[in-house]
């Protein structure tokens, strides 16, 4: 008996501030060194998102601040993201921080990314088969997560944007209590892509409309029995160039989208470049507390 209290608020104690940030990109297996401040826009802490009207939802805390590097990959290349918790390798996140991991595309901008620009090319959430999440995955593989870039994409820089969402407080809406709510983890990586494909990315997400407190994949219990869950954010794009609705900013935008930043043609290529720059540069339910709520997370401004 007291072993298995002793057990569960251990538990509890290492779910509080079991944070995470990306730590690397590799290419088609090859990795393209530490990215942080280098092709990642890298916030100050792994502290998370919570404020759904908040422009750090986008790129996090830095994201507007454009750094010097691009990882150089073509369209067709298999990416690989690496996260960690406080030192690469690590227990990378909390197991407690169930959710899915999103990934989504926009046209480069030195800005925040805090527009109708994105569009999103991978998702994995809940398996119900195994009653498995995207973050058990994450955490069972060292941190890393692959996805493939479209065959199609029409070469140019872009960001990338993955984020990791924790649903062990989402019971409750982060605008209803402040010291509850989703835990985002967004992350925006810098590249360029090469190759022949003519398909620009066109969904026209924006984040602070297309997400809300209404989306079911954003407050949900994760404590209730359940058997499905849906991802937040619109459909993952096929690469046909079209969408499919009235241009609000929240996915389905029939906007005409801006071509992506290019200054040259480039070569497709086959095997992974080197990232270049300027300068030098578990359980699908995890334990709930009885008797006491997780330390509360500061909202951010």
Same mark, same amino acid.
């Given at each position: 008996?007291?072993?298995?209290?002793?057990?569960?608020?251990?538990?509890?104690?290492?779910?509080?501030?079991?944070?995470?940030?990306?730590?690397?990109?590799?290419?088609?297996?090859?990795?393209?060194?530490?990215?942080?401040?280098?092709?990642?826009?890298?916030?100050?802490?792994?502290?998370?998102?919570?404020?759904?009207?908040?422009?750090?939802?986008?790129?996090?805390?830095?994201?507007?601040?454009?750094?010097?590097?691009?990882?150089?990959?073509?369209?067709?290349?298999?990416?690989?993201?690496?996260?960690?918790?406080?030192?690469?390798?690590?227990?990378?996140?909390?197991?407690?921080?169930?959710?899915?991991?999103?990934?989504?595309?926009?046209?480069?901008?030195?800005?925040?990314?805090?527009?109708?620009?994105?569009?999103?090319?991978?998702?994995?959430?809940?398996?119900?088969?195994?009653?498995?999440?995207?973050?058990?995955?994450?955490?069972?593989?060292?941190?890393?997560?692959?996805?493939?870039?479209?065959?199609?994409?029409?070469?140019?820089?872009?960001?990338?944007?993955?984020?990791?969402?924790?649903?062990?407080?989402?019971?409750?809406?982060?605008?209803?209590?402040?010291?509850?709510?989703?835990?985002?983890?967004?992350?925006?990586?810098?590249?360029?892509?090469?190759?022949?494909? /003519?398909?620009?990315?066109?969904?026209?997400?924006?984040?602070?409309?297309?997400?809300?407190?209404?989306?079911?994949?954003?407050?949900?219990?994760?404590?209730?029995?359940?058997?499905?869950?849906?991802?937040?954010?619109?459909?993952?794009?096929?690469?046909?160039?079209?969408?499919?609705?009235?241009?609000?900013?929240?996915?389905?935008?029939?906007?005409?989208?801006?071509?992506?930043?290019?200054?040259? /043609?480039?070569?497709?290529?086959?095997?992974?470049?080197?990232? /270049?720059?300027?300068?030098?540069?578990?359980?699908?339910?995890?334990?709930?507390?009885?008797?006491?709520?997780?330390?509360?997370?500061?909202?951010?401004?």
């Amino acid at each position: 008996m007291f072993f298995k209290a002793a057990t569960l608020a251990l538990a509890c104690a290492t779910s509080v501030s079991a944070h995470t940030l990306m730590h690397g990109v590799a290419v088609n297996g090859v990795d393209q060194g530490d990215g942080r401040g280098v092709y990642i826009r890298t916030p100050p802490n792994n502290s998370p998102v919570k404020d759904l009207a908040s422009p750090d939802l986008v790129c996090n805390v830095n994201g507007g601040r454009a750094v010097s590097g691009f990882v150089q990959a073509a369209a067709g290349d298999t990416l690989t993201f690496e996260w960690f918790h406080n030192t690469r390798g690590d227990d990378i996140i909390d197991r407690s921080h169930s959710g899915p991991i999103i990934t989504y595309i926009a046209p480069f901008t030195e800005g925040n990314g805090a527009q109708s620009i994105w569009t999103k090319i991978h998702e994995d959430g809940f398996d119900a088969s195994t009653r498995q999440w995207a973050v058990d995955k994450l955490i069972d593989n060292g941190g890393k997560i692959d996805f493939v870039l479209p065959a199609a994409l029409a070469p140019g820089k872009y960001l990338i944007r993955q984020e990791i969402i924790a649903h062990h407080e989402s019971d409750a809406a982060f605008n209803v209590n402040p010291a509850r709510g989703a835990q985002f983890y967004p992350s925006c990586v810098q590249i360029e892509v090469s190759g022949t494909g /003519t398909a620009v990315p066109d969904q026209n997400f924006n984040f602070n409309t297309g997400y809300t407190y209404s989306d079911p994949g954003i407050v949900f219990n994760l404590y209730a029995n359940f058997n499905s869950y849906q991802i937040p954010g619109p459909e993952v794009w096929t690469a046909a160039g079209s969408g499919n609705g009235n241009g609000n900013g929240n996915g389905n935008g029939n906007d005409t989208p801006a071509p992506p930043t290019t200054t040259a /043609t480039p070569t497709p290529t086959a095997t992974a470049a080197p990232v /270049t720059t300027t300068t030098s540069p578990s359980p699908a339910r995890p334990t709930r507390c009885p008797g006491r709520r997780l330390k509360r997370e500061e909202p951010r401004a």
